[in-house]
C-alpha cells in the first residue's frame, strides 16, 4: 500500500512528504492524536512499528502516582513476603502457605480501593494471621492492636470474659510479662488460659 497525504494510522495522520531518511526511505511528517507532530518512515508506518509520536509507550507506563506512600509501600512489603522466597520474612508467611490474592497482587490500585488511606501509626494487618491478605481478613491496625493478633498471643478467660492477657494485664495494673508468669504460676485468681 502507497502512503499518502491523509492517511490513518493507529494515532497518526500522515500531513506532508518530509522527504527520505539517511537509508533512502520516504519519510512523512506525520500529526498525532495527542497533538504533537513526528516525522516517520513509510515502510515503519505500514507495519505499524510506531502507530504514535511515542505517546502509546508513555500511556502504558502511566501509574497511579503513589510510589513511595505509606499505602504502596504496605502492599509492597505484604507481596513481597507473600511471593518472594528471598525476602527475610519469606518463612514467616509464604513459606507458611500465606498469599496475597490475585486481584490485590496484581494491581495496587485494586488494594487501595479497598484499604483506603493508610492512617498514620498503622500498619497492614491481617484480622486471621492464618488467612491471605485479601479483602475481608485485612485492616489498618496499631501496634497495639497488631500485638494482640499474633500466632503466638494468649487469650485467657478471665471474670467470665475472653480477652487477651495484655488486657487482663492492663486491667490488674501490671506488665504483660507479670501478667504471663502468673498466669503461668496459676497466680491470677478466675483466669484460664483458652
Not at 494515532?11 to 512523512?28: E, F, K, P, Y
Not at 470474659?161 to 504471663?180: D, K, N, P, Q, W
Request: aromatic fraction near 10%.
Amino acid at each position: 500500500m502507497k502512503v499518502c497525504a491523509g492517511q490513518r494510522f493507529d494515532r497518526l495522520v500522515t500531513v506532508s512528504d518530509a522527504g527520505r531518511s539517511a537509508d533512502g526511505h520516504r519519510t512523512w511528517l506525520c500529526r498525532c492524536d495527542c497533538g504533537a507532530e513526528c516525522v516517520r518512515q513509510s515502510n515503519v508506518l505500514q507495519t505499524k512499528a510506531y502507530s504514535s509520536c511515542g505517546c502509546a509507550a508513555r500511556d502504558l507506563h502511566v501509574t497511579h502516582g503513589m510510589r513511595g506512600t505509606p499505602e504502596y509501600s504496605s502492599w509492597q512489603a505484604a507481596k513481597r513476603r507473600c511471593h518472594n522466597s528471598a525476602d527475610k520474612d519469606f518463612h514467616r508467611y509464604g513459606a507458611r502457605g500465606i498469599r496475597m490474592c490475585d486481584e490485590w497482587r496484581n494491581c495496587f490500585e485494586a488494594f487501595f480501593a479497598y484499604m483506603g488511606p493508610r492512617p498514620a501509626g498503622t500498619s497492614l494487618e491481617r484480622k486471621n494471621v492464618d488467612c491471605n491478605y485479601e479483602p475481608g481478613n485485612c485492616v489498618w491496625a496499631t501496634p497495639i492492636e497488631q500485638s494482640r493478633n499474633r500466632r503466638t498471643s494468649v487469650y485467657v478467660e478471665f471474670k467470665g470474659t475472653r480477652l487477651h492477657l495484655m488486657e487482663v494485664a492492663e486491667s490488674l495494673g501490671i506488665t504483660y510479662g507479670a501478667a504471663f508468669m502468673r498466669l503461668k504460676r496459676g497466680q491470677i485468681h478466675g483466669c484460664v488460659r483458652v
